[in-house]
């Protein structure tokens, strides 16, 4: 295509009604298009580029910096253009790579051909999507699986999977001419990632490019007029404007990164044709990640604690990895209550409360058979025969059949008040006294509060163990009075994950294997998750189950009474679990990892960031991370936690999903020797630190340390691409290739 | 799994994801580690496997006694190797922690609880002696050295584990940072343990372990599989009287805490007295007590069996370390005990 279109940079320092934020309309040669855009307010200060693109095609923009309260005004022209339709819209943007529409397109109607001076003559095919129309505007999503979030520009005229609309005019000397028979060709062009192509500065082997690479078979066009000729060709005739409209659907195995540009070729009823290729569109995959942050300080409660108590009970320990790592008088703390397993999700809910007094650690004693026995008549009063509940205490547990009640009030040696009306009804029962949910002989915590619950809180009540507090209700330490602020969570920068800003897809890992990540916001009304010690087993996939939102429960089919397992939890396909936790060990100096991948049960997947223990590894000698940058270390670990959901080095590599020894495939070095790391090296994201090469610490020189671990510090998340006897082989075409929507 | 590890020692690897990957063992992965030093340790270990003729397909409860005859204090390390030699089989070795990419460690010594910390290196003073566990963890989801399907079919295994220095701070072994009182890696005693070739329904049952995992079955992490979770299902509707039973009740703990459950424990204790993980059945049945018919009083008789077990592997699963000092109070707080 040969478009000529010429915009002069006039920007208006004007305020523009807010209403208006696009006009366009025909200057009085009848060819030239005037248009004005941007001007009007903006709440996000960020959004300070306007952009106005002519027929989808992005010709420029005007750009201020940050902050800006205003959107960018432009007030431009485009000339030359061909007779007949034109669509101006626009947009501004931020360096994030965040897209607002300013107003509605404008139609336009361009009466008079291009004059002379403009020289288009003869055919011309103009198409809508061309090598000037913003990538992300041609890209095709195979699926878009969570609601609110739109297609790209083009996919968004049919907003369907897997489909985009595409388009051209045949033009004849200036002038939108219908009546031309065209031949549309698929074309199959070769892959532009640096990756596969190379380029300047990457001097690791790489395949090369080369057309006819896609991975998934050719997609196939439909549409009104559309006649399939067999051959990868199409047929058609121009209507109203030299208008043809197609459908380019993928096929269900296409991958991610195949690309494809259509070929067209118009006959003129006059005999005279015209040849054009459209700008490549390219197939992408779309995933949602929900990302968790957890409260730095707390702890699970141990035992129930029911409304009406004053008081709860948790294990006796650290409540967090580093700093202040235990509760104290008049700390203010707030307890959280998830669903309980299977239940629907929702809001968890939470109670602010102060300690009232110092903590009061205790050991546990095994229940006893209480003196005399009680009658119980459904209802929260117990009267006892030969009891003496006067050497009881308010907060002891009495277990009367199956029922285990909390105290609340004792009146005299037979009359005491239970927490909660007994089940049933009886008279002269035995009963025991003592707390069954506590370990005997272990020690354990009661926080005394300064008002009674009103809610109740308590133990998860399918798990057996009462060793095993992971499921339980937790209480959290605060650090002010009116509720949790950013201090009170762990939290990471998922930059390396999702899009990065306009014009540097390659820059992240997913993007340059096509694969677009949106992060989730968070849930109204979820609070962080409480502060866990999660290692990788099945409590830590429940305890994700639990907390985070996008988990369902399903109950699971069963003959069996007790229905075993009973449910599992599933996560939409394309949607994908990230929890910013605490460590792996509560004692954080023996934690031994910046994440894990959650996999213990079957069909659930999450990531985990143990970003406590990098807050702590950076400031130790001890470790590889020792004085590099908690965040930067944690952002390209998120990247590459996420990067094990996908699985796709272990096929190849073993090693539980990670490569050796390979470098990035934009490292300026190769893989190295021990030694002091050379210059430009870049390990690939998922490099195997255990079986890389050594280097001597350089804070201190007589111990060796995993090169790979220290350079996390670099922050780099490129991918390693290899010849293998297999063939090419890198996590990009793997998650490439990953059949469309991932599940778990 | 740890797969962005730090350390050697801390790895947390899924078993699903050690069975996925069983398949395709590269070279530099379940590397046997070469002591650093010579083994010059006085440390006596004695390996005991208190159940010597056991199914396959399942774990089964180890604990070491160690003692210190001499009367200098000596560091024992706590990163054990577990040396195999099956009959008619080539040697092997299970190596623990290496790196990111191998199972960790397991506890051999927990700081409080077998869910918590562990200890890494203990120092034995002067004739001091300890009991080292390895229990069956809950819903079998170890002692990982299980998770190596080597140890799981019929046939005679001699068993035993070499204590090493477990490095708090590299992945990277050095004798720079060995302490003056670690003395070398001690190696237990062998133990023979048999597993038998299932007769009746246990073959069948062992056969359908085979089917399902395409002959890969793995002793432990059985919810963690397809495979597991089918044959968990299958033993208790259909194989009940298959001596795999209590393992299968053991596998699937979780939500089994109603009256059925507890009921479904004690039928199981009568009918399987003397399986290896009676004990364990004991400990589920008094965790289930109170749903059951006799509450509170069976729960408090449950309670006295199993505080009368001998077992180390079943009293540090429900007692924790019973050997630890009383704690002092610390600043802040007001202490009961």
Known sequence: MRRLALFIALTAIAAFPAFAQLSAQIGLDGNTINYTAGGGSTTDTTLCVTNVLLDGQLFGGVGNAAPCTRYPQTINAFYCNSAGTHVISAYAGNSQGKRVQLGPDVTVIVTSP???????????????????????????????????????????LLAKDAVILMSLRTVLDGVQTPGATVTLSLIDPPDPSPYIKGGSGIVQPVPGQRANDNAGPLPILTGTGITDNGNRTYSATSGANGFVEWSLEL????????????????????????????????????????????????????????????????????????GITAFAKNDYVMLLHAPTWGTTKGSSSRGVYQIALNPARFRATAPTNGTGTVTTVGTTAIVGSGSRFTRLKVVDV??????????????????????????????????????????????????????????????????????????????????????????????????????????????????????????????????????????????????????????????????????????????????????????????????????FLSAAIIGERASVLNRGFVEWAVTSQTTSIYQASADTVLRRTAAHEITHQWWVNNAVFGNLDHCHPEVAYDSATPYPAAGTPPAGLRFCLMSS???????????????????????????????????????????????????????? | ???????????????????????????????????????????????????????????????????????????????????????????FTISRGGGEEELPYPTLLPESDPEGSAVWNVVLHPHESKTLTLPLLRDLEGP???????????GRYTIALRLDYRFAAYQIPQKSLLPPEFLGPVTTNEVTVERITPTGTDAIVWQRMQELSGGHWMPIGWMSSTAGQTIIREIIAKYADSNYYPYALLAASFGAVDERANNRLLDAMKRFPNSPVRELLQVGAWQTAISGKKGPQAHLDHFEKVKASKRPTTRILVFGREDLPKQSCPPGYDCED
């Not at chain 1, 006059?270 to 040849?275: E, P, Q, S």
């Not at chain 1, 340390?705 to 390693?720: A, C, L, N, Q, W």
């Not at chain 1, 297999?726 to 599940?743: C, F, H």
Request: with cysteine; aromatic share 8%.
């Open chain 1, 114 to 156: 291009p004059p002379a001076g403009c020289n288009i003559r003869d055919g011309q095919i103009e198409f809508g999507i061309t090598d000037y129309t913003p990538e992300e505007d041609r890209r095709v999503l195979q699926s878009n699986l969570h609601t609110g979030y739109p297609y790209p520009h083009y996919q968004a």
């Open chain 1, 251 to 322: 096929d269900p195995a296409a991958r991610a990164g195949d690309n494809y540009q259509i070929l067209a070729q118009a006959t003129f009823p006059d005999g005279r044709i015209a040849g054009g290729l459209s700008g490549a569109v390219t197939v992408w995959k779309r995933l949602f990640v929900e990302k968790k942050q957890m409260f730095r300080r707390g702890a699970p409660l141990a035992t129930d604690a029911p409304v009406g108590l004053k008081s709860i009970v948790i294990p006796d320990g650290k409540i967090a990895s580093t």
């Open chain 1, 398 to 595: 009495l277990t009367i059949g199956a029922d285990v009640r909390f105290i609340l009030g004792i009146t005299d040696d037979t009359h005491l008040t239970v927490d909660r009306a007994t089940t049933s009804s009886g008279i002269q029962q035995a009963y025991t006294v003592g707390d069954p949910n506590l370990v005997a002989g272990t020690y354990y915590v009661r926080l005394t509060l300064n008002r009674a619950l009103t809610e109740r809180y308590g133990r998860e009540p399918l798990v057996r163990q009462n060793t095993i507090l992971t499921l339980n209700d937790a209480v959290i330490r605060l650090t002010t009075t009116g509720g949790y602020g950013t201090a009170d969570y762990y939290d990471v920068d998922t930059t390396a994950i999702t899009m990065p800003p306009l014009g540097s897809q390659f820059a992240n890992p997913f993007s340059a294997a096509y694969t677009e990540y949106i992060v989730l916001p968070t849930q109204a009304g979820s609070t962080p998750a409480p502060r866990m010690v999660l290692t990788n087993s099945k409590l830590a996939q429940q305890f994700i189950d639990k907390w985070l939102y996008l988990p369902v429960p399903r109950a699971v089919p069963s003959t069996d009474p007790d229905q075993l397992e009973s449910y599992r939890y599933d996560t939409a396909p394309n949607h994908q679990l990230l929890l910013v936790g605490d460590a792996d060990d509560a004692d954080v100096t023996k934690g031994g990892s910046n994440g």
């Open chain 1, 689 to 744: 630190p255990s079986a890389g090469p050594t280097m001597p610490a350089p804070w201190n020189s007589s111990v060796l340390i995993p090169m790979v671990e220290y350079k996390y510090r670099d922050g780099f998340t490129s991918y390693h691409i290899t010849q293998l006897p297999a063939g090419w082989n890198s996590e990009y075409l793997g998650i490439r290739r990953t059949l469309d929507p991932w599940k778990p």
């Open chain 2, 1 to 91: 799994m740890s797969m962005e590890g730090l350390k050697m020692n801390m790895h947390r690897i899924t078993l699903l994801l050690a069975a996925l990957s069983a398949s395709v063992v590269p070279a530099f992965a379940q590397r046997p580690r070469g002591p650093l030093i010579p083994p010059a340790s006085p440390i006596e270990a004695k390996l005991v496997i208190p159940d010597t003729k056991v199914l396959p397909g399942v774990p089964f409860e180890m604990w070491i006694d160690v003692r210190n005859p001499s009367d200098a204090s000596v560091c024992l390390g706590l990163a054990a190797d577990m040396i195999v030699r099956p009959d008619g089989g080539e040697p």
């Open chain 2, 144 to 154: 990982n050295y299980f998770a190596d399907e080597r140890l799981s079919r019929p």
